[in-house]
């Protein structure tokens, strides 16, 4: 396996570097481009104003993914070699069941997680630091093209040839938004069509507060709800700034959202909830660059990722944490498939 302490010796050395481009800037799109980019002449094409895909972070607080489990060792080793620091999630205290019949405390099993200091845009901002050329913002990719050994893609700014492309969409947007010619086949389309997004219907929300009066309570921050419109609520502190965030529920009505919000966490705090400093809600549901009109749905498991598909003879390739068979979703899976496509691009 790759990792960035590794020096990378491509089969091209010495020779002109191949040209490959790289469709999305999330994780995994920037570590494979980190990762090759010895190797080939990578330019990397993001639809959005910023890096980072769903790693999204807002006044230092993550409003995307936030956490890296122990079992995770690719990002863990990643996390390490960039030189970043991680801090384990707070956990002590109890934890709180908001039932419709009244709130309960309870002792909850949890296992070991961790954050990155700075927030997990860090781990965005060392990998961008490492690239030979800056990442082409603002450029949705429109079409793939097919043209004696080359590939043409065309986006909203500028139209690109290379010898192979990778796309690192999510597979659904990876249909929905870029036209092939010649076309998908029809297995892969509706193959991709299958798969959920991560995170695609998602709502976070994160409340900053003055002090983190629960932890003086001698609660953890995490609590479960059936009633709403929070589902699932935890401690989310940074080193300067205490908050909670929390998952809102499908079911949850959008108009006065912040107000519900509060209310329910009076309800599970007391008065000490109300006096919020600030709130911050994305919903990816409405991210035109994560989700589709599919991903509305809310998921009822973890689902099953893991594919390998190719396009084009094999100079499209598509990549992604929905690609990764072990870890799919997380950032884990990010990293792995990155890994995977340099071991075979390599």
Request: a negative charge; proline letters at 5%; glycine letters at 16%.
């Given at each position: 396996m790759f990792y960035l302490s590794h020096m990378i010796?491509?089969?091209?050395?010495?020779?002109?570097?191949?040209?490959?481009?790289?469709?999305?800037?999330?994780?995994?799109?920037?570590?494979?481009?980190?990762?090759?980019?010895?190797?080939?002449?990578?330019t990397?094409?993001?639809?959005?104003?910023?890096?980072?895909?769903?790693?999204?972070?807002?006044?230092?607080?993550?409003?995307?993914?936030?956490w890296v489990w122990p079992h995770q060792k690719n990002i863990l080793q990643l996390i390490k070699t960039?030189?970043?620091?991680?801090?384990?999630?707070?956990?002590?205290?109890?934890?709180?069941?908001?039932?419709?019949?009244?709130?309960?405390?309870?002792?909850?099993?949890?296992s070991t997680s961790y954050r990155i200091k700075g927030g997990i845009g860090q781990l965005v901002n060392a990998l961008e630091k490492r690239l030979n050329k800056p990442v082409n913002l603002s450029e949705k990719a429109l079409s793939l093209t097919e043209t004696n050994e080359m590939v043409v893609l065309k986006t909203t700014a500028k139209t690109y040839e290379a010898d192979r492309v990778i796309s690192t969409l999510p597979p659904r947007l990876t249909v929905d938004n870029i036209e092939y010619f010649p076309a998908l086949p029809e297995a892969l389309h509706t193959q991709f069509q299958n798969i959920p997004t991560w995170m695609g219907y998602s709502v976070k929300c994160v409340i900053e507060y003055p002090e983190a009066f629960w932890r003086e309570e001698?609660?953890?921050?995490?609590?479960?709800?059936?009633?709403?419109?929070?589902?699932?609520?935890?401690?989310?502190?940074t080193e300067d700034k205490a908050a909670l965030f929390g998952f809102v529920h499908s079911y949850a009505k959008f108009e006065n959202l912040e107000e519900a919000v509060i209310e329910q966490l009076i309800r599970l705090h007391g008065r000490n909830a109300a006096k919020a400093s600030k709130i911050y809600f994305v919903d990816w549901k409405k991210e035109t660059y994560t989700s589709t009109a599919l991903d509305a749905m809310p998921l009822q498991e973890h689902p099953s990722y893991g594919f390998d598909a190719t396009h084009f003879e094999g100079k499209v390739i598509f990549s992604g944490t929905e690609s990764a068979f072990r870890e799919g979703g997380y950032l884990e899976g990010a990293i792995t498939s990155a890994m995977g496509l340099a071991s075979n691009l390599l």
């Open positions: 010796i491509g089969y091209n050395d010495g020779m002109k570097k191949k040209k490959l481009l790289i469709i999305g800037a999330g994780l995994s799109g920037l570590y494979s481009a980190v990762l090759l980019q010895d190797s080939y002449e990578v990397v094409v993001e639809a959005r104003e910023r890096t980072g895909g769903r790693i999204m972070g807002m006044d230092g607080h993550d409003i995307g993914p936030s960039l030189g970043l620091e991680l801090f384990p999630q707070y956990t002590e205290g109890h934890a709180l069941y908001d039932a419709p019949d009244g709130v309960q405390r309870f002792a909850p099993s949890t001698g609660l953890s921050g995490f609590a479960v709800s059936h009633v709403g419109p929070l589902g699932e609520i935890h401690d989310a502190c």
